[in-house]
């Protein structure tokens, strides 16, 4: 399966699931519509899963949560950032 083709979850620390997103360079794009409430107080642990592998992040902060209706997106699109905190 090449990287275009991978699906990614992303597991917020209260168990909270974000599944069937896409990786665009560094931006996790979601078709279904993702409030910014999800991610307050909820950052602090963060599991991000292509169904193979895992990764443990901390101490994370939503940089931006918007939706695009451009060319280069599809209309309806989400897209997270999300960045470590050093």
Same mark, same amino acid.
């Given at each position: 399966?090449?990287?275009? &083709? *991978? @699906?990614?979850?992303?597991? $917020?620390? %209260?168990?909270?699931?974000?599944? %069937? $997103? /896409? $990786?665009?360079?560094?931006?996790? @794009?979601? =078709? /279904? !519509?993702? /409030? &910014? &409430?999800?991610? =307050? %107080?909820?950052?602090?642990? @963060?599991?991000?899963?292509?169904? !193979? *592998? !895992? &990764?443990?992040? #901390?101490?994370?902060?939503? @940089? =931006?949560?918007? !939706?695009?209706?451009?060319?280069?997106?599809?209309?309806?699109?989400? #897209?997270?950032?999300?960045?470590?905190? *050093?």
């Amino acid at each position: 399966m090449n990287e275009l &083709e *991978k @699906v990614y979850s992303i597991t $917020l620390a %209260d168990g909270t699931i974000l599944d %069937d $997103l /896409k $990786l665009n360079g560094n931006n996790y @794009v979601s =078709q /279904k !519509e993702i /409030k &910014e &409430e999800a991610f =307050q %107080d909820n950052l602090y642990s @963060v599991t991000i899963s292509d169904g !193979e *592998k !895992e &990764e443990i992040h #901390t101490n994370m902060e939503l @940089v =931006q949560l918007m !939706e695009y209706e451009g060319a280069y997106w599809l209309v309806g699109y989400w #897209t997270l950032y999300l960045t470590a905190l *050093k």
